[in-house]
């Protein structure tokens, strides 16, 4: 049974990372091919969609928020429905229903083709239908076609595999997402075509664990391989690989990365710690050696790259000596970019049976420590960069500050890093321009066009359409 959506509209709420970014815009698009249209305001819409995260306790709150509040509008107008989906969905199933009772439809994670025959059974019965099913063993294949760019229009992400096989003591998302896949490389390559040739100039791979794709298709291949492939897309300007669990950052990654013009230099390397000991409890494969031996090996071949990290402190058990090691590492000032997490003790993950749970004051005061001293040394970084001349790739009009542009350079990756801030011109977004760096921040620089003959971005076949986040 299907539902038309002729003549209605939907709103969307899409919570958590860029995985669960794309995921939300093959949504969109699947609404789209039935016949709704789309709004940002959620009190003109005929269906409220909320695609969820529950990683940990603070994203979890958020989405329930999220849901709350759409609930809120139904309650003013009842002819609404309500659908939510997403990784919070598939960790609470049907529980989650029966504590918000406004939701109409609840779907797990990754389980996207059944939504309109879903919405078309509610519509018959009147009655909410909750269908929380275990995580298939199937990538979520994306249909280029049903996709709805929410990203600016140079930009997007693309997801390559779903899933993880890792069992890390901290995270839920193996349970949530199932095991790793990847999706076949000539998919991936007629996606990153079709972006092209709508006027995407900028790709961001993503998945769980990047850097293990390809390993378990036949024939067998690899990440390396994946980005040769891509290399060749034309039109596309820059690559960006985000995720890249360490393990499998080997040589032929890192040759592949120094050579290929399209691929930026930048890693973005979740270690979560630098001390074996804590290393250990959280599961993870590497040993403090097999860091600094990584490290040494990316600075060798790609000097100049930028690298990104993220770290979890207040794991349990973790000793001031142990902290202290991880501020050691930070010390050396191997990391351009730091994000810093405090351990969140959650339900189902192995870590939630551990002993010596650290206080949370402690973490949060660790935390901030550890921000604290990056900071000074991202500002040396960053002030290295001033009186040269980088290539920029146009962002548009900054909303913070009236009458400047932005830009982001190949070291920086949209929203998660700082920008460039641009104090002449009114080039276009999407364009890619030379620009001379005259100042810098803690974690953005600024600098002006070094000419204002600009590069245009490649013409558009493609409109895009705008969902609320």
């Known amino acids: 049974m299907h539902t038309s959506g002729e003549g209605k509209r939907v709103g969307l709420i899409a919570l958590g990372c860029p995985k669960n970014r794309v995921d939300s815009e093959q949504l969109l698009g699947r609404f789209l091919q039935h016949g709704y249209t789309l709004t940002h305001d959620?009190?003109?819409?005929?269906?409220?969609?909320?695609?969820?995260?529950?990683?940990?306790?603070d994203a979890?709150?958020?989405?329930?928020?999220?849901?709350?509040?759409?609930?809120?509008?139904?309650?003013?107008?009842?002819?609404?429905?309500?659908?939510?989906?997403?990784?919070?969905?598939?960790?609470?199933?049907?529980?989650?229903?029966?504590?918000?009772?406004?939701?109409?439809?609840?779907?797990?994670?990754?389980?996207?083709?059944?939504?309109?025959?879903?919405?078309?059974?509610?519509q018959a019965s009147g009655q909410p239908v909750l269908q929380v099913e275990p995580v298939s063993m199937q990538a979520n294949v994306p249909d280029p076609d049903q996709r709805v760019l929410t990203t600016p229009s140079h930009s997007a992400y693309v997801k390559i595999a779903e899933g993880c096989n890792n069992t890390c003591a901290f995270c839920i998302i193996p349970q949530l997402r199932g095991r790793f896949r990847s999706r076949p490389p000539e998919e991936i390559v007629a996606e990153v075509e079709r972006l092209a040739a709508q006027g995407v100039v900028e790709i961001n791979l993503v998945s769980q664990d990047t850097t293990l794709y390809g390993r378990?298709?036949?024939?067998?291949?690899?990440?390396?391989?994946?980005?040769?492939?891509?290399?060749?897309?034309?039109?596309?300007?820059?690559?960006r690989t985000l995720y890249l669990?360490?393990?499998?950052?080997?040589?032929?990654?890192?040759?592949?990365?120094?050579?290929e013009e399209k691929i930026v230099p930048y890693l973005d390397v979740p270690l979560q710690h630098s001390h074996t000991a804590v290393l250990a409890r959280m599961r993870r494969a590497e040993r403090a050696e097999d860091i600094e031996q990584l490290l040494q090996?990316?600075?060798?071949?790609?000097?100049?790259?930028?690298?990104?990290?993220?770290?979890?402190?207040?794991?349990?058990?973790?000793?001031?000596a142990e902290f202290d090691h991880l501020q050691a590492l930070v010390r050396q000032e191997w990391f351009d970019h730091l994000g810093v997490f405090t351990y969140s003790d959650e339900p189902g993950c192995r870590a939630y049976t551990l002993p010596d749970k650290i206080d949370p004051a402690l973490a949060s005061q660790r935390r901030q420590h550890l921000l604290a001293l990056q900071q000074p040394i991202s500002r040396r970084k960053l002030r290295q960069w001033v009186g040269k001349t980088v290539p920029v790739l146009v962002e548009g009009v900054s909303a913070e500050h009236s009458g400047l542009m932005l830009g982001r350079t190949r070291q920086q990756a949209p929203e998660i890093d700082g920008v460039v801030y641009l104090n002449a011109g009114q080039p276009q977004a999407g364009s890619l321009l030379p620009v001379r760096i005259t100042d810098s921040h803690e974690?953005?620089?600024?600098?002006?066009?070094?000419?204002?003959?600009?590069?245009?971005?490649?013409?558009?076949?493609?409109?895009?359409?705008?969902t609320r986040r």
Request: hydrophobic share 40%; with cysteine.
């Open 42 to 57: 959620p009190d003109q819409a005929d269906l409220l969609v909320v695609n969820t995260c529950g990683f940990k306790a």
């Open 245 to 259: 669990y360490p393990t499998l950052i080997n040589e032929e990654l890192l040759q592949v990365m120094a050579g």
């Open 443 to 466: 974690y953005d620089l600024v600098g002006h066009p070094a000419s204002l003959r600009l590069t245009p971005p490649p013409s558009r076949t493609t409109s895009r359409k705008r």
């Open 297 to 320: 090996r990316i600075r060798h071949h790609l000097p100049h790259a930028a690298l990104r990290t993220t770290f979890i402190v207040g794991f349990p058990g973790e000793s001031d």
């Open 60 to 122: 979890e709150a958020e989405s329930r928020a999220a849901i709350e509040e759409m609930a809120a509008i139904k309650a003013r107008h009842p002819d609404k429905r309500l659908l939510v989906t997403g990784c919070l969905s598939q960790r609470y199933g049907n529980a989650l229903a029966e504590q918000i009772p406004a939701i109409d439809v609840l779907l797990g994670s990754a389980q996207y083709e059944r939504v309109i025959p879903l919405l078309a059974a509610n």
């Open 216 to 239: 378990d298709l036949s024939p067998r291949t690899s990440l390396a391989a994946l980005l040769r492939r891509l290399g060749q897309v034309q039109a596309i300007a820059w690559i």
